[in-house]
């Protein structure tokens, strides 16, 4: 591999998360019905798998529905379950084919229960696979993660003796083993198509040194070169994590 190679490997996000916004307002603005617009939203999906596999992305978080979708009229809550429960399925061979692993972050025990099956079919057949990690965020919601490994933690402890030593222990590295995120990178780079300029309570915890990419493309419009584009700026930031820049260029001693 030439340096040039290697320069920008190191410069490919591990992990891209995605808040896939924008399916509505592209259905509405082509007179369609909002289902329409989701439909089109799995297409793009099966595509982004290839797109991230192929520029080197490990693992790809999609945040297909949040903890607060469920206040979404019912008639489109439940056309979302539906179609998932009907598109996984066709979407397992092309996983195969790819190589890419299902996984889940999200309370999906809530989920309607044709949707859970289709979703545990999906992750048993995939899950050798060892492209890419494909993470679908299902009833996923980053304060109720957070709130998830409080709760985890305090019942990791039963005397008063037992919970100050937890306590004394606490810290951000040694709670995040509570938020059940295991063989999960930190987000490296988190998109959000559709314009909006807002995280809507998607990975909190790794937002706090995750990089920003806010692009206007509507999700079902989202093409190669709009993921092209976040992962060029991406390789273009230098990611300083409280530092200074010439401590990260290793200018100056530590
Ligand atoms: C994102 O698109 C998909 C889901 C939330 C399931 P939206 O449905 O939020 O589309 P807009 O924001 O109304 O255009
Ligand atoms: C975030 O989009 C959730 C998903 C893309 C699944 P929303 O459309 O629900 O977010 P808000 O309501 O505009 O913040
Ligand atoms: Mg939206």
Excluded at 13 to 37: T, Y
Excluded at 87 to 116: C, F, I, N, Q
């Amino acid at each position: 591999m030439s340096s040039l190679e290697d320069q920008s490997r190191r410069h490919v996000p591990q992990h891209v998360a995605i808040i896939m916004d924008g399916n509505g307002r592209w259905a509405k603005a082509r007179g369609l019905s909002r289902l329409e617009g989701h439909k089109q939203g799995v297409k793009r999906l099966r595509d982004v798998i290839r797109w991230a596999r192929d520029a080197g992305v490990q693992q790809v978080s999609l945040y297909a529905f949040s903890t607060e979708n469920w206040k979404r009229p019912k008639v489109e809550v439940t056309g979302l379950m539906t179609l998932m429960a009907t598109m996984l399925p066709l979407e397992v061979p092309k996983m195969m084919e790819e190589g890419a692993r299902l996984l889940t972050l999200g309370d999906t025990s809530k989920l309607p229960w044709l949707a859970r099956k289709a979703l545990q079919r999906a992750l048993d057949a995939t899950k050798n696979n060892t492209s890419i990690d494909v993470i679908l965020c299902l009833n996923y919601g980053g304060q109720q993660e957070i709130v998830g490994g409080v709760k985890k933690f305090c019942a990791s402890f039963s005397t008063e003796k037992e919970k100050e030593e937890a306590l004394a222990k606490l810290s951000p590295e040694t709670f995040y083993s509570y938020l059940g995120r295991e063989g999960i990178y930190p987000v490296d780079l988190l998109i959000r198509t559709g314009g909006e300029k807002r995280i809507s309570n998607f990975h909190l915890w790794d937002a706090a040194y995750a990089e920003l990419y806010f692009s206007d493309t509507n999700w079902p419009a989202y093409t190669e070169d709009d993921l092209k584009a976040a992962l060029d700026d991406y390789a273009g930031r230098e990611r300083r994590f409280g530092q200074t820049s010439e401590q990260i260029q290793g200018i100056v001693d530590e």
